[in-house]
């Protein structure tokens, strides 16, 4: 029997999601040449709720300790929604916020694309309740689910519509309210996690500005390292699966973190050197936040310094789709980057999934 053959839920319902999971799995890697896109970021913004949890705050929930957490994954703190606060709310205020800074109307904007694994609701999708609440009348737009990646393949896949010349302006937004599936008896996964939202709004480039390449790939075998099985049409909601506790997100953290470092530092070291390009060319990589640890792994992989990488994960956690929006954010923020910089965007999610995204700064 497989290792995720053997997972507990096996024993819960009839068939196993772990099983499903890794059942045909095969993993796609996408090589050649550069991908280049005509689109760029002109506008960023992000949100976080303002309710601030410490780690100490949580060894009073948990058994755990601000040691124990800060030496494990360089969380300090990270932001918690209230209750009644979702997905579609934070990300409504991030997209509020790009609007204004790029000083446009909401019906201006011509697509929304929502990176996200806590919709609202299964339907309609977040999206659509974000298109109605800032009021984006001329627009379209669609969830994409892709866990911690999800912000890098939303970008990719807005900045398509972008750059094939059919639209103008599509707002792309990463949003999680993570606190929403934590098992707090989970002490190892609960505390990793944050609420945040962070959006962009792309528009199309030229020369030689905006998206020079990308890089998306999955490995499907991984899904039952990281994963939900609850809520969904395999094991619809019921008595037996909330007391099975199968609506909280379920990690295996040793198998999860392994292949976070491989994976990440390869990605950034392949689409650098199939664009000829060196750590010392980047003025900052923007990396998921999910463990310091990891991204320090990537660091040292390609050979940049503390200085040219984005680090907030102490300040708000694993926010999943929200992490590269917030970090861009930052970045921009504290002036680490400006009009002509390199750069590189990168990210590991559950599935697995993977993206990276190298850009030149447009503005």
Known sequence: MSRCAAI???RVLRVSSANVLCAGAHTYRGRGMAKRIAAK??????????RVVTNFDLAKRVDTSDEWIRTRTGIIQRHYADPGVATSHLGSEAAKKVLAQRGISADEVEMIVVATVTPDMFFPSTAC???DRIGASKAWGFDLSAACSGFAYALTV???FVGGGSHKKVLVIGSDVMTSILNYEDRATCVLFGDGAGAVLIEPAEGDEGILDFEHDVDGSGGCNLYMPGGGSLNPSSHETVDKKMHYVHQEGQQVFKY????????AAEILERNGLKGDDLTLVVPHQANLRIIKAMQERIGVPDS?????????GNTTAGTLPLGMMQALDEKRIKKGDLVLLIAVGAGYTTGAVLMRWAY
């Open 41 to 50: 970021i002109t506008a960023v913004a992000g949100y976080v709720p303002p």
């Open 158 to 160: 807005g900045a398509q």
């Open 129 to 131: 309740l974000i298109q």
């Open 260 to 267: 976070a470092v491989r994976r990440m530092s390869e990605l």
């Open 308 to 316: 040219k990488v984005m680090i907030n994960i102490e300040r708000y």
């Open 8 to 10: 507990e839920y096996n």
